[in-house]
């Protein structure tokens, strides 16, 4: 089975601070994601990475950024946490020959910026 | 500007009756369109997926149709169980990147 692990089921934060929330595949996938979900509007996809080393915006990137130093492992950063971007985060991961758009999920992050 | 828009944000169904989410897209490069099934506390996983040049895909109890003309696709969920209540997203996709709407919150009654 295909598995996707975030570091954190729950942070609390205050504003101002850098957070980290790591997620990791282990079935090799080329391509991970970033998304938010908030009630009403679903999930917005914040940033995605083809390969390692590679990086693209979503749609609401400003105010994050990622990286990813190996395959199986995608970071998204707050570099300086506000109480707007307090939301359930969520990491998924596809096979790029795919193109089906077929995500896996991790559990996902609950993250709340005081 | 939403590209995926579910403008059900709620459904109530017996069981045993049929469920009938519907999606609307607006950008025509979409070549997939998915529903994942999302419950509380878990990540979204993977129902039913469709291609564009198809017009109806069937898995199980689940159906999805597409009109690519209208730029709607709809699911179909007969019968509906207990166990289907959730949240429904629907999705499209192109060039590997997925879009999905705002979701749709089924509870079906026993």
């Known amino acids: ?114 | 500007d939403q590209q995926v828009k579910q403008n059900s944000p709620s459904l109530s169904v017996q069981e045993g009756r049929i469920s009938i989410l519907n999606c609307d897209y607006t950008n025509s490069m979409f070549d997939y369109f998915l529903w994942y099934k999302k419950y509380p506390a878990e990540g979204p996983t993977f129902l039913i997926s469709i291609s564009s040049i198809k017009d109806k895909n069937e898995d199980g109890r689940f159906t999805v149709f597409l009109n690519k003309s209208a730029k709607h696709l709809s699911l179909h969920i007969v019968p509906s169980q207990p166990g289907d209540s959730a949240v429904y997203f629907c999705a499209a996709s192109f060039s590997d990147k997925v879009i999905f709407g705002p979701g749709t919150s089924l509870s079906v009654i026993p």
Request: glycine share 8%; charged share 25%; aromatic share 14%.
């Open chain 1, 1 to 114: 089975d295909v598995k996707v692990t975030q570091s954190s089921r729950y942070l609390v934060k205050r504003t101002g601070e850098k957070v980290f929330l790591e997620c990791v595949q282990d079935m090799d996938h080329e391509n991970m994601f970033w998304y938010r979900q908030d009630p009403g509007l679903g999930l917005r996809l914040i940033y995605f990475s083809y390969d390692v080393k590679m990086k693209e915006k979503g749609d609401i990137p400003e105010g994050y950024s990622v990286s990813r130093e190996k395959k199986e492992r995608f970071s998204l950063i707050l570099e300086s946490a506000s109480t707007n971007q307090t939301s359930m985060y969520l990491c998924a991961s596809s096979f790029s020959w795919q193109g089906t758009g077929e995500l896996f999920f991790g559990e996902g992050s609950r993250l709340t910026v005081l």
